[in-house]
């Protein structure tokens, strides 16, 4: 087997600041599900959460792929950030003053929320023109790995800073990351000149589409991540879990947020230091079945050490899930119609994480958390029969470069 190319310095550099932008992403999360929560003690509220959060990302995203196929993607991320900072900024403010009006962190899920549109297409479509082909998959696992160490610290940070300084000092972290994170772009990057840009369009919006569903295994990628993790999904019921279930605060609130993904954290790790898995599709089938075996004894558990330990067991199998659905997207989309492609995924990644916490947060004020959580993990498991059926295409993938 060839050495690869060595992996360039940019790439590096966009690793750091993906690291700052997805710890300020969970951290908000953490931050405002507890901070909502505080203010209602109601499910309805929080499921409401992942609707706010859900409308701009499906009016805008295509939007914000066709841009980031015709402009530069660096300088679309930067603008991006720039409101995102804002927001954090006016929540620790309002915070401060402890006169915070419930409609004020829905505006700025929202505002968030359709400046992510932009941010997001833009961010995925820019990581393989920063590594030789031969080295994608790595880089993925690499980038996804920091992702991962993201998505573990945001939450326990969150967590950590709400117990000592109020959710104010959540707020605050927040906007420092993602200044971090706005700085670091400027440093970035590409080795390959990107291809011919044109205006964006209506018509370059449906040449995206069109090749999704040309592509029998980028469609059932994505359909298989956004209804698995609707259906599956619990993150939007933990401050319940942890204050009437579970007993354990906002420390141990923090802790079990964290849990998925330092389970997620552990698994990338794993996958960066073996080689890339060829047998992708059966490879992505089996994570998810213990994806959803792991919510429902999440749903069922009653002691604290069996939640966090079930809820990393879900992390460490998403983990295998994100990295092998990102490489066989990006690979098999040519970088003309990355941003929009991309923009496909981040609507279905959207639908999965926000629907799922609409869909979880009004069946669990209808029955119960646990009924939401166990039926849901019941649930992911009929949407991965149903996927590996109707799609043979994935059930065979194997990674081209692995």
């Known amino acids: 087997m060839q050495p690869q190319p060595a992996i360039p310095r940019s790439f590096w550099i966009y690793v750091a600041s993906r690291l700052c932008a997805a710890t300020a992403m969970t951290l908000l999360r953490a931050a405002i599900a507890w901070h909502v929560y505080d203010l209602t003690k109601s499910a309805f509220f929080l499921g409401l959460v ?3 959060q859900f409308v701009p990302v499906l009016s805008l995203t295509l ?3 066709a841009v980031a196929d015709a402009y530069d993607r660096r300088r679309i991320m930067r603008a991006a950030q720039l409101p995102i900072v804002a927001c954090g900024a006016l929540l620790c403010f309002a915070a401060a003053r402890g006169d915070v009006a419930l409609p004020v962190p829905f505006a700025a899920v929202f505002v968030i929320s359709a400046c992510f549109a932009f941010d997001s297409p833009a961010r995925q479509a820019l990581l393989p023109t920063l590594v030789p082909l031969a080295s994608f998959p ?7 790995s920091a992702q991962a160490l993201a998505f573990a610290a945001g939450p326990a940070l969150g967590g950590l800073a709400i117990a000592q300084g109020g959710v104010e000092t959540a707020y605050g972290l927040h906007a420092l990351l993602v200044t971090l994170n706005w700085i670091g772009l400027a440093f970035v990057r590409p080795i390959r000149d990107a291809h011919e840009r044109r205006a964006p369009s209506w018509q370059a919006v449906r040449e995206g589409i069109a090749f ?3 592509s029998p295994v980028i469609l059932g990628c994505m359909t298989l991540d956004m209804f698995a993790v609707i259906f ?3 993150t939007a019921l933990l401050p319940i879990y942890a204050t009437e279930i579970l007993s354990v605060g906002p420390r141990g609130y923090g802790l ?6 330092i389970g997620a954290l552990t698994s990338a790790l794993v996958m960066t230091i073996r080689r890339p898995v060829s047998r992708a599709g059966p490879a992505l089938l089996g994570a998810v079945a213990v994806y959803g075996v792991a919510t429902i004894a999440f749903g069922f558990s009653r002691a604290f050490p069996l939640s966090v330990a079930a809820y990393m067991v879900a992390g460490m199998a998403d983990q295998v899930s994100v990295v092998m659905r990102q490489t066989a997207i990006q690979l098999a989309t040519p970088d003309a119609l990355r941003g929009r492609v991309s923009a496909v995924n981040m609507i279905a990644i959207a639908a999965s994480n926000q629907l ?4 979880s947060g009004f069946v669990a004020a209808a029955t119960s958390p646990t009924f939401a959580v166990v039926s849901g993990g019941v649930g992911c498991l009929v949407v991965l029969a149903i996927v590996a059926w109707r799609v043979p295409e994935l059930r065979r993938y194997r ?4």
Not at 138 to 144: E, H, I, K, Q
Not at 399 to 402: G, L, V
């Open 212 to 214: 999704v569903r040309r």
């Open 138 to 144: 790595r880089a993925v696992t690499l980038a996804s």
């Open 356 to 359: 799922g916490a609409v869909e």
């Open 63 to 65: 939007v914000g792929g």
């Open 256 to 261: 079990l947020s964290a849990s998925l993904e």
């Open 50 to 52: 992942g609707l706010v």
């Open 399 to 402: 990674h081209a470069h692995a």
């Open 232 to 234: 599956g999904g619990a």
